[in-house]
């Protein structure tokens, strides 16, 4: 059927050592490079391209030259948000009403009022749109002058509001 398994041989990694030879010569042990077995011996002050450890190289007496710097793109206006288009529309549409326009204080629940008068024109705009446009009209300093004066608050068509 299947035969036992045999165990496998380790792998090794060694490199294969060289005989040595007996060197009856002493002159060849004062020589850069020394072999014995499996290693190699070099001794830094028998190299004569190698700086020495301590000493300073001096410096080069050319300069590198440095590149220019990429010329950078100019950069783009930010495009206003979709939502400060609508709004922007929206007052530019409103400002037809002399109340609108004038800053005269408005009825409460002017939102009705605004809803309507987008229908009609056929303009788009969500409620938060709608309420960003009454927040920055209504904190207007021009409108705040004419609330504090005590004016009566109108409705957009200018009839005084109840």
Known sequence: MSEPEQPRKTLSLKRPTAPVEADANPSNSASPVSRRPAKRIIR???LSGVQKAGTIKAPSPKPKAKKPPKPRR????????????R???INASLNAYPVWLHFKPLALGIE??????IAKHSLSASKR??????F???????????LAQGITRVNLDGSEAL
């Not at 100019?74 to 288009?85: D, I, V």
């Not at 009705?112 to 008068?117: L, P, T």
């Not at 749109?129 to 009454?134: G, S």
């Open 44 to 46: 830094r002050e028998d």
């Open 129 to 134: 749109v709608v309420q960003k446009l009454l």
């Open 112 to 117: 009705r009022q605004i809803f309507q008068h």
């Open 136 to 146: 920055a009209h209504t904190r207007d300093a021009r409108y705040q002058q004419q």
């Open 87 to 89: 709004l922007e529309n």
């Open 74 to 85: 100019p950069t783009r206006p930010a495009k206003p948000a979709p939502s400060q288009l």
